[in-house]
């Protein structure tokens, strides 16, 4: 396998894709030394699992709070994450947190749409500028050439339910229009981030897991988390700057915009 993140933070830690990436970061070939498992309720009953596994691997997995829907929240926990990562920065940051409306364009409210963009959107953008620093950190601390997520990457998971040129397959089955608008800009977002970020040495790409047996994907979805959280890993372990502002999916194939 590929050379891996020593130090990585998940958003939406706590449950579903987020926890199963946690899961799968404790078990060998991972070189994961540091992971920083981030959940909105860090004590809540949806977090038990979570807190186990910490308990298991006291040394690598801290449990933050962070909100992506509340700046403060994350303004907390960046500097928190830098004082346990010192100069070795931060490998890799997932954007995983994310929710879903189903309505239509009639039965969409002005408070479904915002908080979608307030999840699926301005979460993760805010999230970056405050964890910039240690991601610049992570690329002076590895002094390698070209980008991989070993060295500083960013993968925001965004949905084929994004894709402008899928659409028409899907609209019918599941319209979610606040969850495709939102997640076409977090699209946009990790586009722009790439190229704004290239002289910088930080790798961004967005991730298609799949449709997934999650409270998210629901009990018909094709896959179980861990068949998807595998191909996530072995997706990330294998991308370079040919990937930056690549959109693809857990197998590794090109997703259409
Ligand atoms: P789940 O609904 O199972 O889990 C969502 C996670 O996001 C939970 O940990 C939840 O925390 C967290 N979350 C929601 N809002 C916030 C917030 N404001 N701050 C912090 N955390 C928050 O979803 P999945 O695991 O299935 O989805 C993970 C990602 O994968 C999402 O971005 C989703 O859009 C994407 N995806 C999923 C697919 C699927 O089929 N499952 C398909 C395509 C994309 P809490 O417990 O506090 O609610």
């Known amino acids: ?40 309720n860090p004590h809540g009953p949806k977090t038990e699992a979570l807190q186990t596994l910490a308990k298991k691997h006291p040394k690598i997995i801290s449990v933050i709070r962070l909100d992506v829907t509340d700046l403060c929240s994350i303004k907390q926990a960046a500097p928190l994450v830098g004082s346990l990562v010192g100069t070795g920065g931060l490998n890799l940051l997932i954007n995983n947190a994310g929710i879903l409306a189903k309505g239509n364009l009639q039965d969409t409210s002005p408070e479904d749409m915002q908080s979608a963009f307030n999840t699926n959107v301005m979460g993760p953008m805010n999230v970056i500028k405050e964890f910039l620093p240690h991601l610049r950190a992570a690329v002076k601390a590895s002094g390698m050439p070209g980008m991989s997520c070993n060295k500083a990457a960013v993968v925001n998971i965004s949905s084929v339910m994004a894709s402008m040129e899928s659409l028409k397959q899907s609209y019918a089955s599941l319209p979610a229009i606040s969850y495709r608008i939102s997640k076409a800009a977090l699209n946009m977002l990790t586009l722009c981030a790439s190229e704004e970020l290239k002289e910088d040495g930080i790798l961004f790409s967005v991730l298609h897991p799949g449709w997934v047996r999650t409270d998210m994907g629901g009990e018909e979805a094709d896959i179980a988390a861990p068949e998807s959280v595998q191909g996530i890993l072995r997706v990330m372990a294998s991308l370079t700057e ?13 997703v259409p915009w």
Not at 242 to 254: C, I, P, Q, S, V
Request: net charge positive; glycine share 10%; aromatic share 6%.
């Open 242 to 254: 040919k990937h930056n502002g690549a959109f693809l999916d857990y197998k590794g194939k090109t």
């Open 1 to 40: 396998m590929a050379a891996q993140p020593v130090s990585v933070l998940i958003t939406g830690a706590n449950r579903g894709l987020g926890l199963e990436m946690v899961k799968q970061m404790m078990e060998p070939p991972s070189q994961v030394r540091k992971l920083f498992a981030c959940c909105r």
